[in-house]
């Protein structure tokens, strides 16, 4: 153990074994100078406490510190050092105070464990134990600093560790002017006084980190309660039900005067009645998770709107509860609707060329075996047989058309229905037949291998049709393209549909052997407005939109790298299957009876032509052009069953409609149209076993089996 020159003292009880500066034997200091010493120790350790309970910061504390051991206890010099933790590890004042504070600038202190960091507070840094330099002028550890210490005639000096070994502080240092100033006593004073200091660092620093994180909490707050305040959407706080807190956007969504107007009322009161999701909002918890539900909300005065909402729990005062954010999307909807409408219309558009084509063919066919049938009649050669056979082509021929327009007239129409259970290849089908007749002019094959069995899926059949058909329009001109650039020696374009069932999710894949999706432009085929084409072929919408359609119902829509071509890939959550069954056939129309049929078209022939077949089947028939002339002979002598067009100069279908059934509820109807939309904006409107609405051009026969049906119903 040491017990020459600097000498580590920890031991309150040991001796201090006290050497003369002169080097020449120990000395012992009087009694009186002995209390003088206690005295000043006893002050600093007394004056200390006060500045400890005083401190409102840990650098004023250790300033005070420093201050009453040199102004109050008449040391020479005192110093707080922190050691800081960089290269060369500095040991750096953060309070000083003393005349002979300068000695600070001219001494280099560091913690190393070498011989700078050897002098009493590198080491009493270092080890944590307390250091004692008796007289810096024999000490040899105190080499490195003797002369400067000379200069400032500081003769003794104490190194007092701060904090523990698992948290080093730093070193308190006191010089004196005199030589063995630091006694046993004095040092066990002093380390009380360092150990409070130590106290009081730490608990300035934990009470700095409080006010922090104090301040830091009442910042978050103002920063939420100021998003929470100007956001536009609705946030509202539920617990079992009951409305607790609704912000100000809240009052502009749901039309309440005051947000707080809301709170106490139940959260059910904002729910639509027609939102098929209602039991969840009774129970607390629309929508939970991250992810954004759509709801048909209400506004206070009843009027519905479509809402994004997401939920979350949270404790709300103690109570549990859900956040609930809601977001009116009904603008967005009408924008991303027009949207749909405006790219599928564009679509018409590039097809229009090739419908004209695919409808020609059969009204060619019509023709031509109408005017030959027409001349072999007038020349006495048409047997009856072969008359029935040119009918059958004629009536095929029309069965033809009346398919491609029910296609075109299904897909031109907006769509507002309801999300349904669909079958998923029957709308692939569907676009399938109206794209068809446009690949084959131009030498391209489509290839479909569909299953049989129907696939169900969830959402709106008309936005898939409208998805393939897309796809199969951009694959029809990256092959055109491909042609039109003379690349096609030996090759012929192909279009691939195909369908696989993996996990429960349905893929439908749209491949071509095009030129391909250049990897750079991969990324950005997707976003709207982004077309390759050259202006009036493409809007750059097609993608776009089918990616949203494909995404609200829940599945996903991708370009997959293949080796040759492009190929887009959409799935789809199934939600079941069935084998189809097969079309039962035709119930043979019960035999005629003697009922009163109205017919009302202003196109003479057209009403004639459906007249004719009425009464050749034993029907009494009267015929009207127009809602008005019908009302009038209806109300002289009422039919069984009115057969009516829609659009006529000579009053409304509709208002006839209106007419008849106030006088009789019951009375059976057959709506025959061509408007695109007025079939499902009708049978919205007259959704009862009494009326059926035909889309022209008519089958004869089904329209027989209808009013059969309604004249005899199955009992
Ligand atoms: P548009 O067809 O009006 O350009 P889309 O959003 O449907 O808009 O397509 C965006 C772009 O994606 C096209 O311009 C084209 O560059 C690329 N693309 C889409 N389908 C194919 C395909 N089958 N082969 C090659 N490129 C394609």
Excluded at 212 to 239: F, K, M, N
Excluded at 647 to 662: N, Y
Aim: overall charge negative; proline content about 6%.
């Amino acid at each position: 153990m040491e017990r020459l020159g600097r000498t580590p003292v920890n031991d309150y009880h040991r001796p201090v074994i006290l050497k003369s500066w002169e080097g020449s034997g120990m000395i012992t200091h009087s009694v009186a100078e002995q209390l003088r010493l206690i005295d000043r120790a006893v002050t600093i350790l007394t004056r200390s406490t006060e500045a400890l309970l005083r401190a409102t910061s840990e650098e004023s504390l250790l300033q005070d510190i420093c201050h009453i051991a040199v102004d109050v206890a008449g040391y020479n010099l005192a110093w707080v050092g922190y050691p800081s933790a960089d290269a060369t590890r500095p040991v750096t004042p953060v309070a000083v105070a003393g005349p002979d504070s300068a000695y600070l600038d001219e001494v280099h202190i560091n913690w190393n464990d070498d011989e700078d960091g050897g002098g009493p507070t590198g080491t009493a840094i270092r080890t944590g134990a307390t250091q004692i330099i008796r007289d810096c002028e024999t000490d040899p550890e105190f080499a490195p600093w003797r002369d400067v210490a000379r200069k400032y005639r500081l003769r003794s000096t104490i190194s007092l560790p701060l904090g523990d070994d698992k948290d080093r502080l730093g070193a308190l240092n006191i010089y004196s002017g005199d030589v063995d100033s630091f006694d046993s006593d004095v040092i066990r004073l002093l380390e009380g006084l360092a150990s409070n200091v130590t106290y009081g660092v730490r608990a300035l620093r934990m009470k700095a980190e409080h006010d922090r994180a104090i301040h830091g909490l009442a910042e978050s707050e103002s920063r939420y309660r100021l998003l929470i305040e100007t956001s536009p959407d609705a946030i509202i706080v539920h617990s079992h039900g009951t409305i607790l807190f609704a912000n100000p956007a809240s009052a502009t969504v749901f039309g309440a005067i005051a947000a707080d107007e809301m709170v106490g009322h139940p959260i059910t009161d904002l729910v639509h009645e027609d939102c098929p999701s209602a039991a969840e909002w009774r129970l607390g918890c629309p929508g939970p998770g991250q992810n954004a539900c759509e709801f048909r909300l209400r506004h206070r005065d009843g009027t519905p709107f479509d809402a994004e909402v997401i939920s979350t729990a949270i404790v709300f005062h103690g109570l549990s509860a859900q956040l609930v954010i809601i977001r009116d999307v009904t603008d967005r909807k009408q924008v991303q609707a027009q949207l749909i409408q405006a790219t599928k219309l564009a679509t018409l558009g590039e097809m229009a060329a090739g419908l004209v084509h695919e409808l020609s063919q059969p009204l060619n066919i019509i023709r031509m075996t109408a005017e030959g049938a027409l001349l072999f009649i007038e020349r006495g050669k048409a047997t009856p047989d072969w008359q029935a056979q040119q009918f059958q082509v004629i009536a095929d021929q029309s069965q033809r058309t009346a398919e491609m327009i029910d296609d075109i007239r299904i897909f031109s129409r907006r769509d507002d229905s309801p999300e349904q259970i669909f079958d998923a290849i029957a709308a692939i089908r569907a676009a399938i037949g109206v794209f068809d007749g446009q690949l084959r002019p131009d030498d391209i094959a489509l290839v479909a291998d569909l299953p049989s069995a129907e696939i169900l899926v969830k959402g709106r059949a008309i936005q898939l049709e409208q998805v393939v058909m897309n796809l199969l329009a951009n694959a029809h001109h990256a092959l055109k393209d491909k042609q039109e650039r003379h690349e096609t020696n030996g090759w012929s374009g192909i279009i691939r549909v195909a369908t696989e069932i993996n996990a429960n999710r349905l893929t439908i894949t749209v491949s071509d052997n095009g030129p391909g999706i250049p990897p750079t432009l991969r990324d950005r085929i997707f976003e709207p407005f982004f077309t390759t084409k050259d202006a009036g072929r493409g809007t750059g919408l097609g993608l776009s939109v089918s990616f949203s359609l494909i995404a609200a119902m829940g599945g996903q829509l991708e370009a997959v790298s293949q080796p040759l071509g492009a190929c887009f890939c959409i799935t789809l959550p199934v939600t079941g299957s069935r084998r189809t069954t097969p079309a039962s056939p035709p119930e043979p129309p019960p035999s005629p009876a003697d009922a009163h049929i109205m017919v009302v078209d202003d196109e003479r022939t057209a009403g004639d032509a459906l007249a004719h077949f009425l009464r050749e089947l034993g029907y009494r028939v009267s015929t009207s052009n127009g809602g008005t002339q019908a009302w009038r002979l209806f109300s002289k002598d009422p039919a069984d069953v009115v057969i009516t067009d829609l659009r006529m100069p000579a009053g409304s279908g509709e208002q006839l409609v209106e007419q008849l059934r106030d006088y009789d509820p019951l009375l059976p109807v057959i709506i025959v149209t061509g408007h695109l939309g007025a079939t499902e904006r009708l049978n919205e409107r007259l959704q009862d076993d009494r009326c059926a609405v035909l889309k022209k051009p008519v089958a004869l026969g089904k329209l027989a089996g209808l009013v059969a049906g309604f004249l005899h119903p199955p009992i």
